[in-house]
Each structure stands twice: as C-alpha cells, then as structure tokens.
C-alpha cells in the first residue's frame, strides 16, 4: 500500500502542476485571439481530452471503491457480497436482482463487467 500512496502523491502533484500550466495557457490566450486560435487547432487537444477521460474515469472508479470499502450501510454489504460471489461464478438469479436494486447506474455497470470476467472500460 506504501507504493500506491506514493504513486498517488506524485500523480496529484503532476495533475495539479499541469492544471496550473493550462490555467495560465488559458488566461494568456484571452487576451491573445491568435494564441486562442492555435490552442484550439492544437493537436494538443487529443491529449488533453484523452486526460480528461482517464480522470473522469477515475473519478468514476474511485466513487465505486468508496462505496465498496467504506459504505457501511446495507446497500454496501450487498454490493461488497455481490462483488465477492462476482469472481467465483456466473451471478445467480437472486444476485442479478440484487444489483438491480443498488442505489447508483454505476455500481450496476462495474458489478455487470466484473460479474462477465469483462476487460473493456465502462465509459
């Protein structure tokens, strides 16, 4: 766990230096209309927007490990049981109309993915 938290000080650190560095790109191009132009041409956008992605996506998944490790209401005990008996067989009939009663879409989808065996992102 050490190594994670490190990883994660250092990813928040470069997430919060390339959001400084695009805060001041942003407000230098308001005065400029030909540096707004280039940055919106830029075929730095595709990386920008392939960030935006991974982070929404994160964001997406670290909802979801919220809910599985700290919810200690029923709803989390059932998803935490769903996703237990998820890696061992195929969800029966009752564990499918378990997940459908989970509070949240995105705890349907994860529990669906995990449940399949599959490898593909849900966004």
């Known amino acids: 766990m050490e190594d994670i938290n490190l990883r994660i000080l ?5 997430l919060r230096t390339i959001q400084r560095e695009l805060n001041s790109l942003a ?5 400029d209309p030909q540096l707004m132009a ?10 920008i927007r392939l960030l935006k992605c991974a982070v929404d996506q994160m964001r997406h998944f670290l909802w979801f490990y919220f809910q599985v490790t700290q919810d200690k209401s029923e709803a989390g005990e059932q998803l935490r049981q769903t996703l237990r008996q998820a890696g ?5 009939t009752d564990q499918r109309a378990d997940v459908e009663r989970l509070r949240w879409p995105s705890d349907v989808t994860l529990i669906r993915l995990l449940a399949d065996g599959s490898t593909n992102k849900p966004n």
């Not at 407000?27 to 005065?31: S, V």
């Not at 280039?38 to 990386?47: C, F, K, R, T, V």
């Not at 061992?88 to 029966?92: G, K």
């Open 88 to 92: 061992a067989v195929a969800p029966s």
């Open 10 to 14: 250092r990813v928040t650190d470069g």
């Open 27 to 31: 407000m230098q191009a308001t005065n």
């Open 38 to 47: 280039a940055l919106g041409d830029s075929p730095d956008l595709d990386s």
